[in-house]
């Protein structure tokens, strides 16, 4: 089958078919492949092959009418490998590539009928159009992702390679600065299109970590003279938490310090074991009794008016000019409340303000994975896949300027074609989770048949990792220069098969 045109239903629990003008099957998703068999092999498969003569409508009256050809959820035939089954049809027009083609979902009658009772409050037609909308919201959200990654790749690479007297450095803390803030758009997308809080079981880690890379962001990109003081506990409690959001919370906790600072600006960072035998409030922030890491971000800014702290975390408020949305502050406190913990602001106007966000630890510690000053080169032989070719290329000018030698695969079945046949031994192997034909999942698990001692490391922009292995060597896009070199160090010095 032609696999050139995108196609975003991969992941869908359901079949979903792809359909050109003329008729011919252009892209089935996984599910669709199982359930039709052999009768989707082939380059010419034509969507009659599997339209039985007593449908509800022809072939030909479907193709011609396009997605007014049935109803949402009309009963229709289809002939799969054991024989005809009926399903609940939903169809879109689609495009994708500029070429028209007609979306065919396929969906079983026990989710039409959840369907059909769900939409009995909110309406049939609201429903489709939310489910467009996430739909739309998650395509955005990768392919926005994908860019921004290979942007804020090349520019931190720039940035590293760049004198501090350089013209041109201003420039490029500008750009990165603005990818960052399009990161942020990114997540919020992606956020919007799962519908639902996060479930995952958060893998354990050193906040100080985050800390740093955080620090170094703003360090980097503040022209005004700011003094940085670091005051991190050397063995921190281990924390669970989504990696993701923590920085963002952090971000916009540094942000917001930095955007209060005056002339002589100093901001303070520290982190500390803290353990509760009883309950414990600190401001609004209510404690049960336990082990938590504290993080205290203090800066001697402009402050805060007394009026005005007890309506920080409100949504939409907002003292600030311009284009601020209100949301930042609120944000922080919606990250860290999901994950158990606190938030607690204390402030004087013209004296500064203190941000302590209190995350539940386990008493036992996480070293830190590699420290922020930690040489970042190396010599070993990366292979690096992804369906995006810029990604691949910003990939191995990153790596390369390192010191590493870099393979690249546009696809799995290249990349172990690179693996069985490489005279040099691949020692890490990068990988995207999302990727067509052959998922990062599904080549994963035949790299570790193929070639068990070679080390894995695996990307995205929206799936998450879902086994131990990924967990321990997952690095979210967008990621800079800096955070790919570090989960390279990290995960170069993992043990085999970790």
Known sequence: MKSELSFDFEPAAWPALLVDGAGAVVRANPIA??????ALLGESLM??????????????????????????????KLLVSGGPKVFSALVAAHAPGGKRCLLLQLLPESVAVTVVKTSADVGLAHKQKLDCALQLARSVALDFNNALTSILGYTSLLLSKTEPTNPWRRTLIEMEKSAARAAEVAADLAAFSLQEKETRTQPTGNLNSILHRCAEFFQNSRTEPTAWTMQLERKLFAAKFDEAKI???FMKVFENAVESLRQDGR???????IELTDATQDRNAKLAPGAYVCVEVADNGCGIEPDVLPRIFEPFFTTKKGTHRGLGLAWVYGIVTNHGGGVAVSSLPAAGTSVRIYLPAENSFVRESVDASADLNGTQTILMVDDEDLLLRMGETILSAYGYRVLTANSGQKAL???SKSETPVDLVITDLVMPLMSGRELVEHIRQLSPETRIMCTSGYVWPGS???????????????????????????????
């Open 33 to 38: 492949q199982t359930l039709f068999g052999a």
């Open 47 to 76: 969507l009659a092959r599997l339209w039985p003569d007593d449908n509800c409508i022809t072939a030909e009256k479907f193709l011609k009418d396009g997605e007014t050809a049935l109803a949402p959820l009309t009963p229709i």
């Open 247 to 249: 920085q963002q919370a």
């Open 267 to 273: 901001v303070t960072v520290q982190t500390r074991n």
């Open 417 to 419: 074609e690179i693996l």
């Open 468 to 498: 131990k292995q990924e967990k321990a060597s997952f690095l979210q896009k967008p990621f800079t220069t800096q955070d790919l070199l570090r989960r390279v160090k990290q995960t170069m010095g993992s043990p085999i098969g970790s």
